[in-house]
């Protein structure tokens, strides 16, 4: 084991080759450190320094802004403050904790828990099922492949899923949810404005107390928008959509016809349909169960069941164009 202590400026460090597993303390700026094989332990304090811990269960701590850190095979952790921070995870189960703002995470291979504290940074998680935690504002979020677990904090934050099974939390106002293929799950705990849509999957979209837009897009999913005013697009596929408390508007695309969606607790008086191609005023008809059949041409058919079973007037209409957008 080697330890070695480096202050100064545009120096390069190299790792003992004899010994595997160094400790090595950097204090300066413009310095390079190639750790080589071993489970090694990097200390920087400095600015525009570049790290390769190489292979190994390397432990990197670094505080400095521009610094670039490719932490190489192995599970490595790397704990890193700065502003414009590179942290490439590589193979292995990597924990990665940035502090900052407008830092570059790249998970990499394998099953990586990634933390974030800032603003504007991005965060890949990369293959494998990862774990993203971030806090702050502007920040954008892509879970990669993997059935990934993603928890948001925040406002004006971009997240998308990407391939796989991702269950993803939500907290603030105004973030945009693209959940990807899989049968995901997105939950909003609170706040108010934000966008979630489903993807490709069967998948399960929960709105908070207050406004939310909640759009299922392909394949049979299901929307719950609890309390609030919600926009409830359940898109193409055979929905389950459901309100809650609130004004609540359920509004079908063309992308909904010919599939049969369910509404569970349509309030006259207080929800609405905005259906396109529908014109206000037209009668749909009522089949015998009690749904509603709505024809636009010769073959496009959008079937509307409601689970208590109501009678549709013209006062449960609203023109799609006058649905509120985010």
């Given at each position: 084991?080697?330890?070695?202590?480096?202050?100064?400026?545009?120096?390069?460090?190299?790792?003992?080759?004899?010994?595997?597993?160094?400790?090595?303390?950097?204090?300066?700026?413009?310095?390079?450190?190639?750790?080589?094989?071993?489970?090694?332990?990097?200390?920087?304090?400095?600015?525009?320094?570049?790290?390769?811990?190489?292979?190994?269960?390397?432990?990197?701590?670094?505080?400095?802004?521009?610094?670039e850190i490719d932490a190489g095979d192995g599970n490595d952790v790397v704990l890193a403050a700065g502003t414009r921070v590179t942290v490439e995870g590589g193979n292995g189960d990597d924990l990665l904790s940035v502090i900052g703002n407008r830092n570059i995470v790249d998970g990499g291979a394998n099953n990586d828990d990634i933390i974030a504290f800032g603003n504007r940074n991005i965060l890949e998680g990369g293959s494998g099922d990862d774990s993203i935690t971030v806090t702050g504002r502007a920040n954008v979020v892509d879970g990669g492949s993997g059935n990934?677990?993603?928890?948001?904090?925040?406002?004006?934050?971009?997240?998308?899923?990407?391939?796989?099974?991702?269950?993803?939390?939500?907290?603030?106002?105004?973030?945009?949810?693209?959940?990807?293929?899989?049968?995901?799950?997105?939950?909003?705990?609170?706040?108010?404005?934000?966008?979630?849509?489903?993807?490709?999957?069967?998948?399960?979209?929960?709105?908070?107390n207050r406004r939310d837009f909640l759009l299922g897009q392909a394949d049979d999913d299901t929307l719950s928008g609890m309390a609030g005013?919600?926009?409830?697009?359940?898109?193409?596929?055979?929905?389950?959509?459901?309100?809650?408390?609130?004004?609540?508007?359920?509004?079908?695309?063309?992308?909904?016809?010919?599939?049969?969606?369910?509404?569970?607790?349509f309030e006259q008086g207080c929800d609405k349909l905005?259906?396109?191609?529908?014109?206000?005023?037209?009668?749909?008809?009522?089949?015998?169960?009690?749904?509603y059949t709505f024809q636009e041409g010769r073959s496009n058919f959008l079937t509307i069941r409601f689970a208590n079973n109501v009678t549709l007037t013209a006062d449960d209409f609203i023109a799609i164009s006058d649905v509120p957008v985010a």
């Open positions: 084991m080697a330890d070695l202590t480096v202050v100064g400026n545009r120096q390069t460090v190299d790792g003992d080759p004899g010994r595997a597993d160094d400790t090595i303390s950097v204090d300066g700026k413009n310095n390079t450190v190639n750790a080589g094989s071993g489970d090694d332990k990097i200390l920087l304090n400095g600015r525009n320094n570049t790290v390769d811990a190489g292979s190994g269960n390397d432990i990197v701590f670094s505080i400095g802004n521009r610094t990934d677990l993603i928890d948001v904090t925040g406002t004006r934050n971009n997240v998308l899923g990407g391939r796989g099974d991702d269950e993803i939390s939500v907290t603030g106002s105004q973030n945009h949810i693209d959940a990807g293929s899989g049968d995901d799950r997105v939950v909003i705990l609170a706040g108010i404005n934000n966008v979630v849509e489903g993807g490709n999957g069967d998948d399960e979209l929960i709105g908070s005013n919600d926009i409830i697009n359940g898109g193409a596929g055979n929905d389950e959509l459901s309100g809650g408390a609130g004004k609540d508007i359920f509004v079908f695309e063309r992308d909904a016809f010919n599939f049969e969606d369910i509404i569970l607790d905005a259906i396109e191609g529908f014109s206000l005023g037209s009668n749909p008809a009522q089949n015998s169960d009690g749904s």
